[in-house]
């Protein structure tokens, strides 16, 4: 069973940098996994920050960048700010279905 | 401007069923893949299962834990997708969404959610 990996949790000061990563239990993400970053407040609907990797959805602010570090796929966060505090879920494409992250609790202060 | 809007969810006993709507516009949905998604309280999200539009097969693929329960269909004419939930159980419970899957990879736009609830 395929099980894609997230830190539970992260903080950032405010005006800071942070990244967070995409991984598999078994093996490396690579852009063939499409990974794309999720965005959610409590009570709301997920919003799609970025998509195949390092592609920006529409009105997405550009401190947020999409890449792959290592063997994992990364969100970075450039000069947070307060209401970037939200859960941010990554998910990876795995041809038939998609597979979440358990989800990063990411706290501003 | 996409949107999309989900109905149907409630309380329901476990072993119950319930059917789930979700009514698309802002775009040329007979050609769009569509796919479900939930998030059970207090959890993550999960994917549920997707269908193809008419054109790439109309076929469907869903998540282990719902195959042989959950079925997904289309009413191309009605700008709806459908989730029938059948044998449902307490670990069902969760907001479902639906979502609009652009090109065939990514889970792009999303609804507002409806809530199902499996409890006796």
């Known amino acids: 069973q395929t099980v894609v990996t997230q830190e539970a949790s992260f903080s950032v000061s405010p005006g800071g940098t942070v990244t967070l990563t995409c991984g598999l239990s078994?093996?490396?993400?690579?852009?063939?996994?499409?990974p794309s970053w999720y965005q959610q407040t409590p009570g709301q609907a997920p919003r799609t920050l970025i998509h195949s990797t390092n592609t920006r959805s529409s009105g997405v602010p550009d401190r947020f960048s999409g890449s792959i570090l290592g063997n994992k796929a990364a969100l970075t966060i450039t000069g947070a700010q307060a209401d970037d505090e939200s859960d941010y879920y990554c998910v990876l494409y795995m041809g038939s279905a998609w597979v979440f992250g358990g989800g990063t609790k990411l706290t501003v202060l | 401007e996409v949107q999309l809007v989900e109905s149907g969810g409630g309380l329901v006993k476990p072993g119950g069923s319930l059917r789930l709507s979700c009514a698309a516009s802002g775009f040329t949905f007979s050609d769009a893949w569509m796919s479900w998604v939930r998030q059970g309280p207090g959890k993550g999200l999960e994917w549920v299962g997707r269908i193809k539009s008419k054109g790439s097969g109309g076929t469907t693929d869903y998540a282990a834990p719902v195959k042989g329960r959950f079925t997904i269909s289309r009413d191309d004419s009605k700008n709806t997708v459908h989730l029938q939930m059948n044998s449902l159980k307490i670990e069902d419970t969760a907001v479902y969404y639906c979502?609009?899957?652009?090109?065939?990879?990514?889970?792009?736009?999303w609804g507002q959610g409806t809530l199902v609830t499996v409890s006796s």
């Open positions: 979502a609009w899957i652009v090109p065939a990879t990514i889970l792009h736009h």
């Open positions: 078994s093996g490396s993400v690579s852009t063939s996994y499409y």
